[in-house]
T-cell receptor, first 111, second 117 residues
Framework: QQQVKQSPQSLIVQKGGISIINCAYE??????FPWYQQFPGKGPALLIA?????SEKKEGRFTISFNKSAKQFSLHIMDSQPGDSATYFC??????????FGKGTMLLVSP | NAGVTQTPKFRILKIGQSMTLQCTQD?????MYWYRQDPGMGLKLIYY???????DKGEVPNGYNVSRSTTEDFPLRLELAAPSQTSVYFC????????????????FGQGTRLTVV
């Protein structure tokens, strides 16, 4: 049973465009929703995270939008750059439990 | 600070061979994890540890063993390698103050690419 569903699997965006990646979760007890960024040959690294007491969190060009009633959250990358080309993973956890990851989205930003 | 260090970076094993993937962290984190990453499948948790001497199974533990004798080290053992264990393995660590504290950032190593032939 996949507890965190991520879409799309892959995404191509032109430089300067907006990249949007979506995730849906099933467990209403989840209370921590991070996004990880992974470059080829590297380990994932935390990009931005949100807790369910807010509906949006912004850090630079990266924004998480959170919809508790729909059990969905999304990552928006504004003014996408070629350097943003990477694989992005959403994840969720409850309390001090381990993270459950989505299957990942390969983002390619074309110059 | 080195963070999370994994060795080796690459390894080719023959079916039935054994090996240990090494992981060490220098951040004094209490939680450590082993994940495997297969194309299009995300990160699946193999084993994790909440502190020295304490380990627990994750989603895909079969064919693997772990131990945690120190805070710093969390090796992953493959006893009888099978082609299904061909994957990229990531070790990670995080700090949690206690059962009442929420999950915090997990720091990942660079990964070990393992091929079983």
């Amino acid at each position: 049973q996949q507890q965190v569903k991520q879409s799309p699997q892959s995404l191509i965006v032109q430089k300067g465009g907006i990249s949007i990646i979506n995730c849906a979760y099933e467990n209403t007890a989840f209370d921590y929703f991070p996004w990880y960024q992974q470059f080829p040959g590297k380990g994932p690294a935390l990009l931005i995270a949100i807790r369910p007491d807010v509906s949006e969190k912004k850090e630079g060009r990266f924004t998480i939008s959170f919809n508790k009633s729909a059990k969905q959250f999304s990552l928006h990358i504004m003014d996408s750059q070629p350097g943003d080309s990477a694989t992005y993973f959403c994840a969720a956890s409850r309390g001090y439990s381990t993270l459950t990851f989505g299957k990942g989205t390969m983002l390619l930003v074309s110059p | 600070n080195a963070g999370v260090t994994q060795t080796p970076k690459f390894r080719i094993l023959k079916i039935g061979q054994s090996m240990t993937l090494q992981c060490t962290q220098d951040m004094n984190h209490n939680y450590m994890y082993w994940y495997r990453q297969d194309p299009g499948m995300g990160l699946k948790l193999i084993y994790y540890s909440v502190g020295a001497g304490i380990t627990d199974k994750g989603e895909v533990p079969n064919g693997y063993n772990v131990s945690r004798s120190t805070t710093e080290d969390f090796p992953l053992r493959l006893e009888l390698a099978a082609p299904s264990q061909t994957s990229v393995y990531f070790c990670a660590s995080s700090i949690t103050q206690g059962s009442w504290q929420p999950t915090t950032e997990a720091f990942f190593g660079q990964g070990t690419r393992l091929t079983v032939v």
